[in-house]
């Protein structure tokens, strides 16, 4: 009985979480025309490697970012820009999100803050990084002129892109925290496994 629980839990986290991606995942949706939130899919792989721990659910994360991309450039006509060889590294950064993400006690605030807060930003920036340089490599800029304009690129995006996840990562701190102490979520502990 227990394990069905955790299986149910589970499956509606991660059901969660896709609907997250679904409606933040930066294409022309319903939502964007009234908000436009950061995309989720990196705090989802943090979620699922400090409490889910599943190889399963990272690839269904994995696997539904990139349908909803590929959703979005077919269907949507949202611009393909991004699509490059380098694309295929992306996954790889995502399961290392996830990987990573094990070494993280609790997404809780608590005695534990700073060893996880730098475990998230050094996992963040190297996950933007390796995405960024990989993407860098094969755009017309490098054709051009090597890697000599790569750090004014990497400086000009890092400090738009790389808050945005930290932000989704101390919102989820808040809620996991507090859901921890009030229980508003009760279906959904905070407990991890």
């Not at 609907?19 to 950061?38: D, K, Q």
Request: contains cysteine; hydrophobic residues 50%; charged residues 10%.
């Amino acid at each position: 009985m227990t394990d069905q629980i955790n299986k149910t839990k589970t499956i509606f986290a991660v059901f969660i979480m896709v609907l997250l991606m679904i409606a933040t995942r930066g294409h022309a949706n319903w939502l964007s025309s009234i908000v436009h939130l950061p995309d989720f899919t990196i705090p989802a792989l943090f979620i699922a490697g400090v409490y889910l721990r599943q190889f399963l659910v990272a690839f269904v994360i994995i696997v539904s970012a990139v349908a909803i991309d590929n959703y979005a450039i077919v269907h949507e006509g949202v611009s393909a820009n991004c699509i490059t060889p380098a694309y295929s590294i992306l996954p790889f950064t995502y399961y290392g999100i996830f990987w990573v993400s094990k070494y993280i006690s609790s997404l809780n605030i608590d005695t534990n803050i700073i060893k996880n807060a730098l475990i998230v930003i050094v996992a963040a920036s190297t996950q933007w990084f390796i995405a960024t340089s990989s993407y860098y490599f094969f755009t017309a800029t490098y054709a051009k002129t090597g890697w000599s304009n790569f750090p004014a690129y990497a400086q000009q995006w890092s400090m738009v892109e790389i808050p945005l996840v930290l932000y989704w990562m101390v919102a989820i701190s808040i809620t996991f925290t507090l859901n921890h102490r009030y229980s508003f979520i009760p279906y959904f502990s905070a407990q991890k496994n």
